[in-house]
């Protein structure tokens, strides 16, 4: 069986967890038989002697907790920290206000939850995109719900864990399938939207599990249009599949995968789900995500730059001239054209009078996307250069 090397950053971790395997030094030196109680003073001496890293070696077996064993589950979900900390998906700053927001959701999940932190653990050994993308959905999703706020802390447990498990019905799925490069056929497609379903069926006599962990499980793929894998009413679903959904984007658009060259970067991504709106996502849920998480995710950069050109509701374009702080999604712009259907194509008229307007106070016009096809985004500043509105 493989072993795998995996290292522990004991700044991370609380006194009084238990790791399942021994620990080693960098050099392979034995430092802890497993199962030992790391104490405040035991964790401060290790330290001293061989640095803020130590690792073990996994074999792939399953690890073992038995329920109740408050310490070792401890210990599990300090692993799940430390795997976020090793995605790099956030800067060293922002990853530490990301901890504090979910450290004590994830210190009594472990308590708690001893059987289903098992479940994404089992994951590791089965996928470790799959792990990895889990790691990252549980940890956005629990962060987002805290910037929102106005849930118990019993409702962000439940939040959080949904989002670890979302996908935990593909440990049910062939792997083949779950990898193939390129177009899937109807059967295959079949198959794999049947993850959520085959996650409910996991999770549904777990005791640990709840409504709110079944229904974010179960909804994690349904849109805004309906288009969804069940293709469900978007407006009568619970606000937790959603959270855990407009998070799933983001990590898939920003991880890298076989079938692309480059992931997105983080500003992309944000685009991305903006240009969204109205067929996966709702303007609100969008609105929430960028304003919240843009500035944790992008490292406070906005994700709008003076002359951008959105597209609006109105099926009008408009060149961005200031940002709203803490309302990207309304800037003020100067609206200069609308689409008109020219034949088959759709062509621009402009306007003789290009219109200042806020969409911070503005209600009749809303930001629906922002144009990122470099081609056609330099065509268009060049015809607004000409008529003097750059
Ligand atoms: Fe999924």
């Known amino acids: 069986m493989e072993t795998k090397k995996v290292k522990i950053n004991l700044s991370y971790l609380r006194p009084n967890s238990t790791f399942i395997y021994p620990l080693f030094s960098e050099e392979g030196k034995k430092i802890l038989d497993e199962r030992i109680v790391l104490t405040a003073e035991l964790i401060k001496k290790i330290t001293a002697r061989f640095g803020n890293f130590v690792y073990y070696a996994e074999d792939g077996k399953r690890a073992v907790i038995q329920e109740g064993k408050l310490r070792a589950a401890l210990a599990t979900s300090h692993d799940v920290l430390d795997e976020i900390a090793r995605t790099s998906k956030l800067s060293a700053e922002k990853y530490h206000e990301a901890e504090r927001l979910v450290d004590d959701i994830i210190h009594n999940l472990s308590v708690e939850h001893a059987n289903v932190i098992n479940l994404i653990k089992d994951l590791k050994s089965f996928d470790d995109y799959l792990y990895n ?16 706020g106005g849930f118990s802390d019993h409702q962000y447990q439940s939040i959080t864990l949904g989002a670890y498990l979302h996908d935990i019905g593909q440990r049910k799925i062939d792997k083949q399938l779950l990898h193939k490069q390129g177009q899937l056929d109807v059967l295959e497609l079949t198959k794999l939207k049947r993850h959520p379903q085959l996650g409910y069926e996991i999770l549904k006599d777990l005791e640990d599990s709840n409504e709110t962990v079944l229904q974010t499980v179960l909804f994690h793929h349904e849109k805004y249009n309906h288009k969804g894998y069940y293709q469900l009413p978007y407006e009568n679903l619970p606000i ?9 984007i983001y990590d898939a658009l920003t991880s890298p995968r076989p079938f692309r060259e480059e992931p997105f970067t983080s500003c992309m991504a944000l685009k991305a789900i903006v240009n969204s709106i109205s067929s996966h996502f709702d303007f609100t849920l ?3 995500f960028v304003n919240l998480m843009g500035p944790i995710l992008n490292n406070d950069r906005p994700i709008f730059a003076v002359n951008d050109i959105c597209e609006l509701n109105t099926g ?28 088959d194509r ?6 003789n009078e290009p219109t200042a307007a806020d969409l911070a106070t503005e209600n009749k016009r809303v930001v629906k996307k922002i144009l990122n096809n470099r081609k056609q985004v330099d065509a268009i500043q060049k015809m607004a250069k000409e008529r003097g509105l750059l």
């Not at 937790?240 to 799933?248: E, R, T, Y």
């Not at 803490?326 to 034949?343: A, N, Y």
């Open 286 to 288: 969008v609105s929430r």
């Open 240 to 248: 937790f599949p959603k959270l855990a959904s407009i998070c799933d």
């Open 346 to 351: 759709l062509g621009v008229k402009h306007y």
């Open 133 to 148: 993308h889990s790691v990252n959905v549980g940890l956005l999703t629990a962060v987002f719900a805290k910037k929102i």
């Open 316 to 343: 009008e374009l408009a060149l961005v001239k200031g940002i709203t702080p803490g309302d990207i999604l309304k800037p003020q712009v100067v609206v200069f054209c609308r689409f008109v259907k020219e034949g």
